[in-house]
């Protein structure tokens, strides 16, 4: 399976973006996604994730009540809706896949996009 991530760029402190990642070599509704991010110099870390049935989500207490993970299996997509973009949101941010249930450990992703980059000014 191949994923691939885009919808990032250069925004303004309190824009949005819309993140799509596509998947493509298998149909993805009976598996778990994520997005992590990567900001330069750090860790990969874990910002939300969604079972296969979109009905379960998660997120890291950085990003909650502004960030909005959501799927749509018939188009093998998964979305994040960035809102209230802050400086340190800036980061590499990557989809990944997983079987089961989602979590917010990176070692347990499967398969991983390329990364789409978000850039906030202040």
């Known amino acids: 399976v191949q994923l691939q991530a885009s919808g990032g760029g250069l925004v303004q402190a309190g824009d949005s973006l819309r993140l799509s990642c596509t998947a493509s070599?298998?149909?993805?509704?009976?598996?778990?996604l994520g997005w992590f991010r990567q900001a330069p110099g750090k860790e990969r870390n874990f910002v939300a994730g969604?079972?296969?049935?979109?009905?379960?989500?998660y997120y890291a207490d950085s990003v909650k009540g502004r960030f909005t993970i959501s799927r749509d299996n018939a188009k093998n997509t998964v979305y994040l809706q960035l809102n209230s973009l802050k400086p340190e949101d800036t980061a590499v941010y990557y989809c990944?896949?997983?079987?089961?249930?989602?979590?917010?450990?990176?070692?347990?992703?499967?398969?991983w996009g390329q990364g789409t980059l978000v850039t906030v000014s202040s």
């Open positions: 990944a896949l997983k079987i089961g249930r989602t979590n917010s450990d990176p070692q347990s992703y499967d398969h």
């Open positions: 070599g298998r149909t993805v509704s009976s598996y778990a």
């Open positions: 969604i079972n296969w049935s979109g009905y379960s989500t």
